[in-house]
T-cell receptor, first 115, second 111 residues
Framework: DTGVSQDPRHKITKRGQNVTFRCDPI?????LYWYRQTLGQGPEFLTY????????KSRLLSDRFSAERPKGSFSTLEIQRTEQGDSAMYLC?????????????FGPGTRLTVL | RKEVEQDPGPFNVPEGATVAFNCTYS??????FFWYRQDCRKEPKLLMS???SGNEDGRFTAQLNRASQYISLLIRDSKLSDSATYLC????????????FGGGTRVLVKP
C-alpha cells in the first residue's frame, strides 16, 4: 500500500492521559498536514510541515498539542492531558508541492475517544 | 459565519436521478476549489477539482461562480454507490495551501 498510513486507527484513553499518533505520508511527499474532524463537521486544519519544518499551527492547536516531523518523513501528533473535547478523528494528509498548488491525499485517520 | 457553508442534507435521491447542490465560500481571495467525497467513518477522497470554466468527470459536473462565490456539484444517473458525504473544499492559496472544508452534504441514493 503506497498511500498515507496512520497508526493507531483507534485509541480509547482516559481523561488526563497523554496520547501519540503517527502518520506515514506517501513516499517523496514533502508536505504533511494534520486535520481534526468531529462528528457531522468537515475536517479542520491543525498544522502542517514542509519537509521537517513546521510552518503553521492553527489556533485550534492548544499548548497541549505538539507535532513533529523529525526527518521530514513520518510525523507524530501528541496530545497531553487529554480532555473529552479532544475526542475526534485525527486525519493526516500529504502532498507533493509543485508550483503553487498541491493535491492532498488523506490517511484513514486515528479515531480518539477520551472517556 | 463559516468560511465554507453547505446544506447538510440529506438529499434523498432515487437511483438514476440527477442531484445537484451548492456550497458558498466567504473569502473572495480563495484560489482553488475541490469536491471531496467521504464515506461513513472513512477518510476524505478527492472527487474532482473545480475549474473556473467548469469541468466534468463522467457523471459528475462541477461549476464555479466566482462573482457569487459558490461552487456546485451535479451528479447525473445516480448510483447506489454515490451515497456519501460530499465535502466542498477551498484553498486560499496562501503559504501552506491548507484546505478549508465545508461541513459536507449528505447524499443518499435509494433504489
Amino acid at each position: 500500500d503506497t498511500g498515507v498510513s496512520q497508526d493507531p486507527r483507534h485509541k480509547i484513553t482516559k481523561r488526563g492521559q497523554n496520547v501519540t499518533f503517527r502518520c506515514d505520508p506517501i513516499s517523496e511527499h514533502n508536505r504533511l498536514y494534520w486535520y481534526r474532524q468531529t462528528l457531522g463537521q468537515g475536517p479542520e486544519f491543525l498544522t502542517y510541515f514542509q519537509n521537517e519544518a513546521q510552518l503553521e499551527k492553527s489556533r485550534l492547536l492548544s499548548d497541549r498539542f505538539s507535532a513533529e516531523r523529525p526527518k521530514g518523513s513520518f510525523s507524530t501528533l501528541e496530545i497531553q492531558r487529554t480532555e473529552q473535547g479532544d475526542s475526534a478523528m485525527y486525519l493526516c494528509a500529504s502532498s507533493l508541492i509543485l508550483a503553487s498548488t498541491d493535491t492532498q491525499y488523506f490517511g484513514p485517520g486515528t479515531r480518539l475517544t477520551v472517556l | 459565519r463559516k468560511e465554507v457553508e453547505q446544506d447538510p442534507g440529506p438529499f434523498n435521491v432515487p437511483e438514476g436521478a440527477t442531484v445537484a447542490f451548492n456550497c458558498t465560500y466567504s473569502n473572495s481571495a480563495s484560489q482553488s476549489f475541490f469536491w471531496y467525497r467521504q464515506d461513513c467513518r472513512k477518510e476524505p477522497k478527492l472527487l474532482m477539482s473545480v475549474y473556473s470554466s467548469g469541468n466534468e468527470d463522467g457523471r459528475f459536473t462541477a461549476q464555479l461562480n466566482r462573482a457569487s462565490q459558490y461552487i456546485s456539484l451535479l451528479i447525473r444517473d445516480s448510483k447506489l454507490s454515490d451515497s456519501a458525504t460530499y465535502l466542498c473544499v477551498v484553498n486560499r492559496g496562501a503559504a501552506g495551501n491548507k484546505l478549508t472544508f465545508g461541513g459536507g452534504t449528505r447524499v443518499l441514493v435509494k433504489p
